[in-house]
């Protein structure tokens, strides 16, 4: 009987090549650091996060590129110091090149001696972001709701209401004339507060061209600093090769004007700041119109204050109408943004917490075919 020896399962570990071909390959941005932080690989899913190329990042110390108190240190300080791997969730990381990326963290210490770590980060999942996205749109489309019921159910009773109100004060007197003015300007104000709602019950295609994103943040700012927020400081961090919006620069001009008024007026009259950045970044695809086209957005268009920040219980229906954080607000601001980002199929996002809101808007580029297609994609 012949015995035959059983074949040998052991696989041999992956090739450097394979191993970088295998990381390289990942969605997920990972980097390596040697025990005085530099930088020593990054696969190119690092290289977007950063904003930078792997020639410009290796070699570079870590600290060059986030603040001192980034929590990201103290996590690979563990990871190096236990000699394990660590693992921490919900972490901001933030500078003015990438602004604020929220994520979870993963660093695994190397075996070899001399402190080298390894880090890989996951942003936030893109079923939050998906999430997010429809609430956001929902909330337009409730606003789109309420609008057209308020235009026939409220706003042509109150014709008749003023009408009869001016007949009453042509024979009252004293006190009695002083009550029909009041109902006439009670009325007025409420169909000034309608009127204000019928933009959002225009449900026709916008129209929509390349827009330089930068031309109207420009703008805005101007208007902000001679007017609502003349005291506060304003910087500016854009990528200046960025592609135009595909978009309406009117209503693009609206919504970023009311998030800027947004942050300005939560703002301190000294020591106020709001950041104005764009960056591009390969977004998820979404469908949008009935057609269900997939549309990219890559294009991120943020607003940042460094005011105290959106309560946690607010947050999920700050886009919803009439829900706002001011006294004597009335919570329409970002209901038009939501809407307007919707009607561009783009995404609105928030991330606040005491001392940083940022609204980011992601939205579609022009691309060659579109300009005389008029399809983004």
């Given at each position: 009987?012949?015995?035959?020896?059983?074949?040998?399962?052991?696989?041999?570990?992956?090739?450097?090549?394979?191993?970088?071909?295998?990381?390289?390959?990942?969605?997920?941005?990972?980097?390596?650091?040697?025990?005085?932080?530099?930088?020593?690989?990054?696969?190119?899913a690092?290289?977007?996060?950063?904003?930078?190329?792997?020639?410009?990042?290796?070699?570079?110390?870590?600290?060059?590129?986030?603040?001192?108190?980034?929590?990201?240190?103290?996590?690979?300080?563990?990871a190096?110091?236990?000699?394990?791997?660590?693992?921490e969730?919900?972490?901001?990381?933030?500078t003015?090149?990438?602004?604020?990326?929220?994520?979870?963290?993963?660093?695994?210490?190397?075996?070899?001696?001399?402190?080298?770590?390894?880090?890989?980060?996951?942003?936030?999942?893109?079923?939050?972001?998906?999430?997010?996205?429809?609430?956001?749109?929902?909330?337009?489309?409730?606003?789109?709701?309420?609008?057209?019921?308020?235009?026939?159910?409220?706003?042509?009773?109150?014709?008749?209401?003023?009408?009869?109100?001016?007949?009453?004060?042509?024979?009252?007197?004293?006190?009695?004339?002083?009550?029909?003015?009041?109902?006439?300007?009670?009325?007025?104000?409420?169909?000034a507060?309608?009127?204000?709602m019928?933009?959002?019950?225009?449900?026709?295609?916008?129209?929509?061209?390349?827009?330089?994103?930068?031309?109207?943040?420009?703008h805005?700012?101007?208007?902000?600093?001679?007017?609502?927020a003349?005291?506060?400081?304003?910087?500016?961090?854009?990528d200046?090769?960025?592609?135009?919006?595909?978009?309406?620069?009117?209503?693009?001009?609206?919504?970023?004007?009311?998030?800027?008024?947004?942050?300005?007026?939560?703002?301190?009259?000294?020591?106020?700041?709001?950041?104005?950045?764009?960056?591009?970044?390969?977004?998820?695809?979404?469908?949008?119109?009935?057609?269900?086209?997939?549309?990219?957005?890559?294009?991120?268009?943020?607003?940042?204050?460094?005011?105290?920040?959106?309560?946690?219980?607010?947050?999920?229906?700050?886009?919803?109408?009439?829900?706002?954080?001011?006294?004597?607000?009335?919570?329409?601001?970002?209901?038009?943004?939501?809407?307007?980002?919707?009607?561009?199929?783009?995404?609105?996002?928030?991330?606040?917490?005491?001392?940083?809101t940022?609204?980011?808007?992601?939205?579609?580029?022009?691309?060659?075919?579109?300009?005389?297609?008029?399809?983004?994609?």
């Open positions: 009987m012949t015995v035959r020896a059983a074949p040998d399962m052991t696989l041999p570990p992956p090739s450097t090549g394979a191993a970088d071909l295998i990381l390289n390959t990942l969605a997920q941005p990972v980097f390596a650091l040697d025990g005085e932080d530099r930088i020593t690989f990054v696969n190119p690092a290289e977007q996060f950063f904003r930078a190329s792997a020639t410009a990042l290796i070699g570079r110390g870590l600290a060059d590129m986030l603040p001192p108190d980034s929590p990201l240190f103290a996590v690979i300080d563990h190096r110091d236990g000699g394990h791997s660590v693992s969730a919900g972490l901001t990381i933030e003015p090149k990438i602004g604020a990326r929220f994520v979870s963290v993963a660093a695994a210490a190397m075996t070899e001696p001399g402190g080298d770590v390894v880090v890989s980060l996951q942003e936030r999942s893109i079923a939050r972001k998906i999430d997010d996205q429809l609430v956001h749109r929902n909330a337009a489309r409730s606003v789109t709701a309420m609008s057209a019921m308020l235009m026939h159910e409220i706003k042509n009773p109150l014709s008749g209401i003023r009408g009869a109100a001016q007949l009453l004060e042509q024979s009252a007197e004293g006190d009695d004339r002083q009550l029909t003015r009041l109902i006439c300007e009670e009325t007025d104000r409420i169909v507060l309608v009127d204000r019928e933009m959002f019950t225009d449900q026709r295609p916008i129209e929509r061209d390349a827009v330089n994103i930068h031309e109207v943040l420009e805005v700012r101007r208007v902000a600093e001679a007017g609502f003349r005291q506060l400081r304003f910087v500016e961090s854009y200046p090769s960025l592609p135009p919006v595909f978009g309406s620069r009117d209503l693009l001009t609206q919504a970023l004007l009311n998030l800027v008024k947004n942050a300005a007026e939560v703002l301190p009259e000294s020591g106020g700041e709001i950041v104005l950045s764009t960056a591009f970044q390969q977004g998820i695809k979404l469908a949008v119109g009935r057609g269900g086209e997939r549309v990219d957005l890559p294009l991120v268009v943020a607003v940042q204050d460094n005011g105290p920040g959106i309560p946690d219980d607010l947050q999920r229906h700050l886009f919803e109408p009439f829900v706002t954080t001011k006294p004597g607000g009335k919570g329409l601001g970002l209901a038009l943004v939501a809407k307007v980002v919707g009607d561009h199929g783009g995404i609105v996002e928030l991330d606040s917490q005491p001392g940083r940022l609204f980011r808007m992601l939205l579609p580029m022009v691309r060659a075919a579109s300009r005389s297609s008029g399809d983004p994609s």
